[in-house]
């Protein structure tokens, strides 16, 4: 069974950085290209970030660019996602999801992935 599970959320102040982390199983993760996506209260999910399978293309959401970088590491079944400068309207859950990588195209698309994680609080006060 395919599972994506994240970690690093937490608090931090306007300004802060925090790392997330994806890690995977049950697949061969460099057939598959990642992104990250959140929920911000009462809103729609977003999408973030994503990278190809081999970490040769990556994609940003204008809002975060500049600010966070999504990476992967194909040798520890993970995907990452640096965020610095951290806002308060960078504030919600953070879910890492997984799409076959010779079918990636709408990276930005939610109904794009296969699977995804349970997700991970992200707090930015003020």
């Known amino acids: 069974q395919v599972q994506l599970v994240e970690s690093g959320g937490g608090l931090v102040q306007a300004g802060g950085s925090l790392r997330l982390s994806c890690a995977a199983s049950?697949?061969?993760?460099?057939?598959?290209?990642m992104a990250w996506f959140r929920r911000a209260p009462g809103k729609e999910r977003e999408f973030v970030a994503a990278i190809s399978w081999n970490g040769g293309s990556t994609h940003y959401a204008d809002s975060v660019k500049g600010r966070f970088t999504v990476a992967r590491d194909n040798a520890k079944n993970t995907v990452y996602l640096q965020m610095n400068s951290l806002k308060p309207e960078d504030t919600g859950v953070y879910y890492c999801a997984a799409d076959w990588a010779a079918a990636w195209r709408r990276y930005w698309g939610p109904n794009e992935y296969d699977y995804w994680g349970q997700g991970t609080q992200v707090t930015v006060s003020s």
């Open positions: 049950a697949l061969t993760f460099s057939n598959y290209a």
